[in-house]
């Protein structure tokens, strides 16, 4: 399975990265790095293109010891003793963040995980999720990229998308604004409930939906005309998406402290934002729309 | 001594916003808060001034009781057994956020702490500290600083000049970037080794001195030319200091877990910030000789 997963999120890179570049016309800057501890990945990510002000599509195959501390951080392994320290990740992390303020920022992460051998119970498990952050609220673009994953899950036993969407909305909570970071998706960690093949099939199929989930919405609103309290309110959400990412991402948590590649793990960050003390946005406004829905998560499908 | 240091903090808050006004020319925007568990606070802030980009000098006077998770974030404390977890506080913060990218941010927080009654041994201490945070490196303005840091500590027995820049380089660590926030000055906490009024003495010494610190290094740079490209430096800078203030500060962690005032808090964020991935400088830059006295702090007092 550590090969079979490698190969996809490489695949999926490959794809991914090339209609985004046949999109924005921009070359993507590849890094390949290696982590003295173990292992390495390729990092591609640009910024300055047409329609992405920065775009980061990441793998990563990297293996080590765990600090107590970093196996505490991470899902997973809550079967085990705390003795396998060993570890084994794989994976394909990908952040986009379009310059157009109605465009939505998304982003994808799809792992497979080892711990020890990865033979004892518990000692291996998959996780991910895909989720969605506009800045301006359109209701179809939140059906559309639920229901493309809703779809995938239902085809899948070992996929729920009911608690997945739940999961979703739990994890990307910024507890201290009381406002979840965008409009979910779903999210899952720990999933080892049926055979490695059907898990891997699952993600599998997750990874592959990106595009169709994202580039249909992306089209439609790339081009669209905005103001400059747009692009403001833009950089706005885009400080609070620096918020949740520094301080409750587990991702970024983990990568800091297990030496992962700094510029990897923090490409996630947007390329500009921007801190207002005290910003408020009218009752009646279309800010104060996301708003709502960012504090009360909502059904996005009636089925 | 609870009155006698918030009415201290409110004195120097006063002064320090009369000075900044005069400079700006801007007023100004006060928010009296309270805290439902128990006290409340005074806010200054502005954005958008002809010297600071954004510039808060905040008070607060709280109380309550601490969660565990609270008590272990912050200093002091730790002969007590865990069981006095009602807590009173009392300081000023600051943080000034120049336009100009050859004038340094400042940071500059002195804080009294109480544990229960505040009677036991190591019940109450004081902390605080002052910090520069340039993104051009003149070394005349770190003399300058540290001078009158030092100097303020050299007239207290209960201060020590060299152990507190040592804890202000330490704890101004990047470490995920191997850097320091800025050059330093002084940090401290615990502050009990005396009586309480030669503890308080010092710590107001230092609250007086913020002004004559940073307003002749100021008065230097913030009419200084520039180039969009020492600006963009600027904004990078501008995105390590919000790396340092989410993931290590203990002041932003111990607000964000005791339900403190959220924009009281993150009014130390810059009002704009850049990641760039993967972003250098050239070995002979300007650029490059602040990084290198980042990396490797420098005693910028000879004697």
Not at 12 to 26: P, R, T
Not at 89 to 96: C, D, M, N, Q
Not at 241 to 254: A, H, Q, S
Not at 262 to 281: A, G, K
Request: hydrophobic letters at 35%.
């Amino acid at each position: 399975m550590r090969q079979t997963m490698a190969d996809m999120v490489h695949r999926i890179q490959d794809e991914i990265c090339d209609a985004l570049k046949q999109l924005d016309g921009v070359e993507f800057r590849q890094d390949e790095w290696t982590r003295p501890e173990g292992g390495g990945g390729r990092s591609r990510v640009f910024s300055g293109g047409k329609v992405f002000e920065k775009a980061g599509v990441n793998v990563s195959v990297v293996h080590g010891t765990l600090s107590p501390q970093a196996a505490k951080s991470m899902g997973g392994g809550h079967e085990l003793d705390g003795a396998d320290l060993d570890f084994f990740a794989t994976g394909i992390s990908l952040v986009l963040h379009p310059h157009n303020p109605m465009a939505p920022t998304v982003h994808a992460n799809y792992r497979y995980f080892e711990r020890g051998e990865g033979k004892k119970s518990g000692s291996w498990w998959f996780g991910g999720g895909a989720d969605l952050t506009p800045s301006y609220l359109f209701e179809e673009d939140a059906v559309h990229f639920h229901r493309v994953h809703k779809d995938v899950c239902d085809r899948h036993e070992v996929a729920d998308y009911t608690r997945f969407k739940q999961w979703c909305d739990d994890y990307f909570h910024i507890k201290h604004r009381g406002e979840r970071r965008g409009l979910g998706g779903i999210f899952f960690d720990d999933v080892n409930d049926a055979s490695r093949e059907d898990c891997f099939a699952f993600v599998t199929e997750c990874a592959e939906a990106f595009l169709s989930s994202y580039l249909p919405i992306l089209a439609l609103r790339k081009d669209m005309p905005f103001t400059p309290e747009q692009k403001e309110w833009q950089q706005i959400r885009r400080g609070r998406y620096v918020e949740f990412n520094l301080v409750y991402d587990r991702g970024t948590t983990f990568g800091l402290t297990t030496n992962g590649r700094i510029e990897s793990i923090l490409m996630s960050l947007p390329l500009t934002s921007r801190w207002e003390y005290c910003h408020e946005v009218a009752e009646d406004s279309e800010e104060n729309r996301l708003l709502e829905v960012l504090r009360e998560p909502k059904n996005w499908l009636q089925d």
